[in-house]
T-cell receptor, first 114, second 117 residues
C-alpha cells in the first residue's frame, strides 16, 4: 500500500496564479484533511472531509477551496495565490473508531508564492 | 474553539538524559490527545496517544501523562538517543458519540528536540 500520497512535491507560483494540490489515499479512509505548516505555528487545519462528496471549513480556510469527488482523493485549490500562502501543505486521512483517531500524513507539498 | 499551547519551543539534551514536553488545552470537552513526531523534511507520524479516561500510557521509552483537572498533558522520553532528535507536536481533539467531532485535531506549535551525542 502506498498510504497517503501528494502531488506535486514542490511548486513555485507567481502571485495571482492558480493551482491544485492532489491528495490520494489507498486505505479506504472516510476522513481526509488538508493542513498547512508554517514555522513556529504547528499544523493548522484548512479544510476537511468526512466522506465522498462532503467538505467543511477548518481553522484557516480563506483563499482555498476543496473537493472530494472520489473517496480516495481530496483536492486543494488555490484560485489566486498570494505570498501569504507560501507554506508546506500536508494532507492526512483517518478512520476514527473506539475513541482513537490516528491521522496518516502524506509527504507534503512545498509551495512558494512569489 | 480549542487552543493548544506547547512548551518549550526548543529543547536540547544530552544523550541518555530525559526530555519532557508539556501542553495545555482550553476545551474541557477534549478527550483524545495524540503526539506526533516529525523528522526533518519528513511527514508527521503518530508516536503515542492517550484518551481522557486514562491518566498515563507508556510505550517503551516514551510515556504520556494527562491531568484533566489542570487541562494539561505531557510527553516524557527517557534514555534519549540522537535518533529522537525531531520536532514533536501535541494535539487535542473531541471524540464524541458517533464521531461527530470528525476527528479534527488542534495542534500545538511544536517542540524542536535536539539530542547531543
Amino acid at each position: 500500500n502506498a498510504g497517503v500520497t501528494q502531488t506535486p512535491k514542490f511548486r513555485v507560483l507567481k502571485t495571482g496564479q492558480s493551482m491544485t494540490l492532489l491528495c490520494a489515499q489507498d486505505m479506504n479512509h472516510e476522513y481526509m484533511y488538508w493542513y498547512r505548516q508554517d514555522p513556529g505555528m504547528g499544523l493548522r487545519l484548512i479544510h476537511y472531509s468526512v466522506g465522498e462528496g462532503t467538505t467543511a471549513k477548518g481553522e484557516v480556510p480563506d483563499g482555498y477551496n476543496v473537493s472530494r469527488l472520489k473517496k480516495q482523493n481530496f483536492l486543494l485549490g488555490l484560485e489566486s495565490a498570494a505570498p501569504s500562502q507560501t507554506s508546506v501543505y500536508f494532507c492526512a486521512s483517518s478512520f476514527p473508531r473506539r475513541g482513537i483517531n490516528e491521522q496518516f500524513f502524506g509527504p507534503g507539498t512545498r509551495l512558494t508564492v512569489l | 474553539g480549542e487552543n493548544v499551547e506547547q512548551h518549550p519551543s526548543t529543547l536540547s539534551v544530552q544523550e541518555g538524559d530525559s526530555a519532557v514536553i508539556k501542553c495545555t488545552y482550553s476545551d474541557s470537552a477534549s478527550n483524545y490527545f495524540p503526539w506526533y513526531k516529525q523528522e526533518l523534511g519528513k511527514r508527521p507520524q503518530l508516536i503515542i496517544d492517550i484518551r481522557s479516561n486514562v491518566g498515563e500510557k507508556k510505550d517503551q521509552r516514551i510515556a504520556v501523562t494527562l491531568n484533566k483537572t489542570a487541562k494539561h498533558f505531557s510527553l516524557h522520553i527517557t534514555e534519549t538517543q540522537p535518533e529522537d532528535s525531531a520536532v514533536y507536536f501535541c494535539a487535542a481533539s473531541i471524540y464524541g458519540a458517533g464521531g461527530t467531532s470528525y476527528g479534527k485535531l488542534t495542534f500545538g506549535q511544536g517542540t524542536i528536540l535536539t539530542v547531543h551525542p
